[in-house]
């Protein structure tokens, strides 16, 4: 299937462009993910389409940007993952939250927490093949959203009592000691590993008054790798390409990391097509949409990349054999 994580991971970096007066929205593009601010954090993407813009925003602004941008509002620009870990009573209590929740929030990553002498340990791995500028740089986006979450908490520097991350290929870890001192370590293996003392992770995290500890509940149901396949992983991916022009299996194929041919042969193993994909999601999407009070067919047309009412009107026929507003006070009685 496409790896895929929520838009929330990006939301920190897009917040700081914003306030610094950056071209953000040049660079979502650059990555075909302009679609992602009208559909906001817990919208699930690319986790290719989210590292390369994350990648690519380093190497303008320096390899320490993770830690430069993350503050206190990062958390809480995470969206779901963000709301479960703020919600949560204590640091330790957050993290093992955070870690609960990560199938729903991302594939092809997974978060290990455990008590180890003295406090808590976290290893995170990754079923992603990725260069060391890439890795090094998710690493660092994790380990400073921890860190932005562990100083909510009133952790004083360097917060972590170990940190062992990749390296950079050319600058290595000197350019995390600013924040982290001697404590962050290159990695021998390639995977992250932290180790929050017993101190930090008792310590208490605030809570508002209509927002107590534990209010927010962990989700149930599928996670976000669903069954597996590709087709359930491109529907995601299309669904959102949607929103910013129309999908084509180019654009698929660029989201995914894999060839046109490989996507054509994989779909056609699971009984299906690039084209029937995108019409069962378009029919799925118009007749949910159609039900909803106030929503106009034209709308729908526009927001599922048809360019003419015409073809859209055709299209519910050909799927209901009726036109779109009979369908639409069927499905409103």
């Known amino acids: 299937m496409i790896p895929l994580i929520r838009a929330g991971v990006i939301f920190p970096m897009i917040s700081w462009m ?43 602004e320096g390899p320490d940007l993770p830690f430069r941008v993350m503050g206190q509002c990062s958390v809480q620009d995470l969206g779901m993952i963000g709301k479960v870990a703020l919600a949560s009573r204590t640091i330790g209590e957050a993290l093992s939250r955070a870690a609960a929740v990560l199938p729903y929030n991302a594939t092809h990553t997974a978060i290990s927490v455990f008590p180890a002498a003295g406090g808590l340990l976290l290893r995170r791995g990754s079923g992603l093949r990725l260069d ?20 909510i908490g009133g952790a004083p520097p ?6 062992a991350l990749t390296p950079h290929p050319i600058y290595g870890i000197s350019h995390l000691r600013a924040w982290l001192g001697e404590t962050v370590k290159a990695s021998t293996d390639k995977s992250l590993e932290l180790f929050v003392s017993a101190r930090v992770a008792n310590m208490s995290l605030p809570h508002n008054e209509t927002e107590g500890a534990g209010s927010i509940l962990l989700p149930t149901g599928p996670t976000l790798i669903g069954d597996g396949t590709l087709t359930h992983s491109a529907r995601i991916v299309i669904a959102g390409m949607l929103t910013s022009g129309v999908p084509t299996i180019e654009r ?7 060839g046109i041919r490989t996507i054509q042969r994989r779909l056609h193993a699971e009984g299906r097509t690039f084209s029937d994909l995108l019409e069962s999601l378009r029919r799925d999407l118009a007749l949910a949409s159609l039900a909803e009070d106030g929503v106009l067919a034209a709308e729908v047309a526009i927001r599922l990349g048809y360019t003419q009412p015409s073809s859209f009107t055709r299209a519910v026929r050909r799927w209901t054999g009726a036109p779109p507003k009979e369908v639409s006070r069927r499905a409103r009685k």
């Open 158 to 163: 360097p917060v972590f009592d170990r940190l």
């Open 18 to 60: 914003q306030d610094n007066g950056r071209p953000f929205e040049d660079r979502l593009r650059d990555v075909d993910l302009g679609y992602v601010l009208e559909n906001g954090p817990d919208l699930p993407i690319p986790f290719g389409s989210a590292l390369a813009f994350l990648s690519a925003l380093s190497r303008v």
């Open 252 to 258: 698929l194929s660029a989201a995914s990391g894999m």
């Open 132 to 151: 060391d500028e890439t890795r090094h740089c998710m690493h660092q986006c994790f380990a400073a959203l921890i860190y932005s979450l562990c100083t």
